[in-house]
């Protein structure tokens, strides 16, 4: 089976695409070709992934009157009929969202190729959005984007795929948490918050976690795991109180989170598509707080949906400050059972599976069954 993967941009959209890939090669049922553009992520990752990568002109849709609006059109179908030959061999050409999944997805479609769409988050992109009329099936992670495609699209619940190490937390609890608590100089005996905000991290939810914890500076019970991005380290480690008997860990990035989520009692992060897809799978409680300039907000409705399932708790970024950061973490940790419920409800929406299903996906529409 021939199957071209096309997208990018960002890495919300490369490493779920790698970690379905990934299924297909080591099953030996997917020959795998990746295309995206050479400005993107991807132009790095899939390369160091091992999977053989097209490079293609593509550009984000400019929304207001400019010279890029009037020069998009041109630029889409230019990259398309330059994916044709690579597209008119594949079995299925899968499109995980974003404008650098465009080009091959036309090309699919004005060849005949079926088509698979990923969209990762509650609403759905532009790209998507676009693109569903052409696409035999359209996989989704939030059950909530259904409503937001065309009447007639054809969906699938599939989740979002994760890192094999991730989706293995809640097997391997035990051991990676003994790993974690050596590695990462933590103490078994305390609770544990994992505040991070991507990793590129997010000053403002660092600044608030600095405040949040001289406030909290009395609770010897409890320890805090800070991912602050390599850009913040030095200023917000700097810039922790020293003393109190609260316990405070900071590191610029974690390669392993498996580790950080395998020790975890509460979760502070933002709510972009992956991280919700890595903490449902590791059926953790979570107080999000959406990035406010997401587009269309997306990062909010991811959050509102595990809100509504009560699997997480959301703190708005407009509402963050020291003082309800310190007030939601308290009134979260401090009842166990309030926790207990969130991380049963957060592992009844997660699908740690999600590359696996996906995978099949693609296999049907390849072999040209109904999805």
């Given at each position: 089976m021939r199957v071209v993967v096309a997208g990018g941009g960002t890495a919300g959209h490369v490493f779920p695409a790698l970690a379905f890939a990934r299924r297909l090669i080591e099953s030996g049922d997917g020959e795998v070709t990746f295309v995206g553009t050479g400005s993107g992520v991807e132009a790095k990752l899939v390369p160091a992934a091992g999977i053989?990568?097209?490079?293609?002109?593509?550009?984000?849709?400019?929304?207001?009157?400019?010279?890029?609006?009037?020069?998009?059109?041109?630029?889409?179908?230019r990259a398309a009929r330059r994916c044709r030959g690579l597209v008119e061999d594949a079995d299925v050409v899968v499109g995980m969202g974003?404008?650098?999944?465009?080009?091959?997805?036309?090309?699919?479609?004005?060849?005949?190729?079926?088509?698979?769409?990923?969209?990762?988050?509650?609403?759905?992109?532009?790209?998507?959005?676009?693109?569903?009329?052409?696409?035999?099936a359209v996989a989704l992670s939030f059950a909530e984007a259904e409503r937001r495609f065309p009447r007639r699209t054809r969906v699938v619940v599939t989740g979002n795929p994760i890192?094999?190490?991730?989706?293995?937390?809640?097997?391997?609890?035990?051991?990676?948490?003994?790993?974690?608590?050596?590695?990462?100089?933590?103490?078994?005996?305390?609770?544990?918050?994992?505040?991070?905000?991507?990793?590129?991290?997010?000053?403002?939810i660092d600044r608030a976690a600095v405040g949040a914890c001289h406030i909290l500076r009395g609770r010897g019970d409890l320890q805090v795991l800070l991912l602050t991005g390599?850009?913040?380290?030095?200023?917000?480690?700097?810039?922790?109180?020293?003393?109190?008997?609260?316990a405070v860990r900071t590191l610029p990035f974690l390669d392993r989170m498996e580790l950080a989520y395998a020790v975890a009692d509460l979760v502070v992060c933002r709510s972009g598509a992956t991280t919700v897809?890595?903490?449902?799978?590791?059926?953790?409680?979570?107080?999000?707080?959406?990035?406010?300039?997401?587009?269309?907000?997306?990062?909010?409705?991811?959050?509102?949906?595990?809100?509504?399932?009560?699997?997480?708790?959301v703190l708005l970024?407009?509402?963050?400050?020291?003082?309800?950061?310190?007030?939601?973490?308290?009134?979260?940790?401090?009842h166990e059972e309030r926790l207990a419920a969130m991380a049963e409800r957060a592992r009844a929406l997660g699908r740690p599976d999600a590359a696996d299903r996906v995978a099949g996906l693609v296999a049907t529409v390849a072999g040209g069954g109904t999805p």
């Open positions: 053989p990568f097209v490079e293609v002109e593509a550009s984000p849709l400019v929304r207001r009157a400019s010279w890029g609006l009037l020069r998009f059109p041109y630029v889409l179908l974003g404008y650098a999944s465009a080009p091959a997805v036309l090309a699919a479609s004005r060849t005949g190729r079926p088509v698979v769409l990923h969209e990762q988050n509650a609403v759905p992109g532009l790209a998507n959005r676009f693109l569903a009329r052409r696409a035999a890192r094999d190490a991730i989706a293995a937390v809640p097997v391997e609890r035990e051991r990676l948490a003994k790993e974690a608590y050596e590695e990462l100089e933590l103490d078994p005996e305390r609770r544990t918050v994992v505040v991070f905000g991507g990793s590129q991290g997010a000053l403002h390599p850009a913040h380290h030095d200023v917000i480690s700097g810039s922790l109180s020293p003393g109190g008997a609260l897809a890595e903490v449902t799978a590791c059926g953790l409680p979570s107080l999000l707080i959406p990035y406010p300039h997401a587009t269309a907000r997306h990062q909010e409705a991811n959050a509102r949906a595990l809100q509504r399932a009560g699997a997480a708790s970024d407009e509402h963050l400050t020291p003082e309800e950061l310190a007030d939601r973490t308290i009134s979260m940790v401090d």
